[in-house]
């Protein structure tokens, strides 16, 4: 009778919000319409993402974007979308795109309290060839609502209210914290509505797979590459660690937080602050991490303490489950 009760009873992502924001009844509203309004540009690019081949929306717009890369339609088209539905929700202020260089200072007359830092579609190389790519999102809350500044999007991941993402794959994932654990939506398309499908995740405590880009190994440093070598050829008996990397962000964090493990995007000599960026990549999934009980950790600090100086600056990043963090962090102590 569960399986019949799921199916009559929709845990929809907004009653789930509200359910979960009761405690605060004063904000309950306004981070439901803002809720809505990303869950909005998510549906869009799920089924932009999923016309891609058929619409010729693939290949390149002939735009190079903050980073220097060749910018695909599709980043532009949910970039925009993105940017427009945070707007008309009215409970945004400022908003950090990957897209844009600049920090977008919403019109004074549509300003609400939420500052929202976000990757419209994360892990563009793979879109071409149809594999699962994501869009992710932190939101912050405003310091002073007459006096907005780049300071209020450039606040430590500690200071975020909530972050997610959605993974645009063999079916369309939401990942959601307020705060207050993680929760796992996915797409009915027949509905359009995201229903809760896997309720309060938690990450194993240790993992049986690594995931990185091993075609960097020639420049990493010494903790990185002892690490990798573990996995490899464990020392101490265990068997050796798996190795999982799709090259796109989202999917690589959403399996490592389903089936455990740890996820490294490490310096190396060429990048000495690796390749992802703090603000909408490294933050928004270190919180997840740890409202999952996993860790992130930079190869100095806790990654939710770094202080961003600048809007698209990157940091180290390794994350996952709470005894394989650990390990890495004990080999950067023991190298200091
Ligand atoms: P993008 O923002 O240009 O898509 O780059 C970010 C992506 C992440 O999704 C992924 O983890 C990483 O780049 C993979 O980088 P690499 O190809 O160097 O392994
Ligand atoms: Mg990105």
Known sequence: ???????TDLMTITRHVLNEQGRHPESRGDFTILLSHIVLGCKFVASAVNKAGLAKLVGLAGETNVQ???????????????VKALVSSGRTCVLVSEENEEAIFVDPALRGKYCVCFDPLDGSS???????????????????????????????????LASGYCMYGSS?????????????????????EFILTHPNIKIPKKGKIYSV?????????????KYVEKCKFPQDGSSPKSLRY????????????????IFLYPADQKSPNGKLRVLYEVFPMSFL????????????????????????????????????????????????
């Not at 009778?1 to 199916?7: C, D, M, T």
């Not at 799709?246 to 493990?261: E, N």
């Not at 990157?314 to 709470?322: A, K, Q």
Request: proline share 3%; net charge negative; glycine share 12%.
């Open 1 to 7: 009778h569960a399986a019949e009760a799921q199916r």
């Open 68 to 82: 220097g890369e060749e910018q695909k339609k599709l980043d532009v088209l949910s970039n925009e979308v993105f």
């Open 126 to 160: 793979n879109i071409d060839c149809g594999v699962s790519i994501g869009t992710i999102f932190g939101i912050y809350m405003i310091k002073d609502k007459d006096n907005v500044t780049l300071g209020d999007v450039l606040q430590p991941g500690t200071n975020m």
């Open 172 to 192: 369309c994932t939401l990942v959601l914290s307020t705060g207050n654990g993680v929760n796992g939506f996915t797409l009915d398309p027949s509905l359009g």
């Open 213 to 225: 880009n091993e075609g960097n190994a020639k420049n990493w440093d010494a903790p990185t590459a």
């Open 246 to 261: 799709i090259g796109s962000m989202v999917a690589d964090v959403h399996r490592t937080l389903l089936y455990g493990g």
């Open 289 to 336: 991490m740890e409202q999952a009980g996993g860790q992130a950790f930079t190869g100095k600090q806790r990654a939710l303490e770094l202080a961003p100086a600048k809007l698209h600056d990157r940091s180290p990043i390794f994350l996952g489950s709470y005894d394989d963090v650990e390990e890495i962090k004990a080999l950067y102590a023991s190298e200091s």
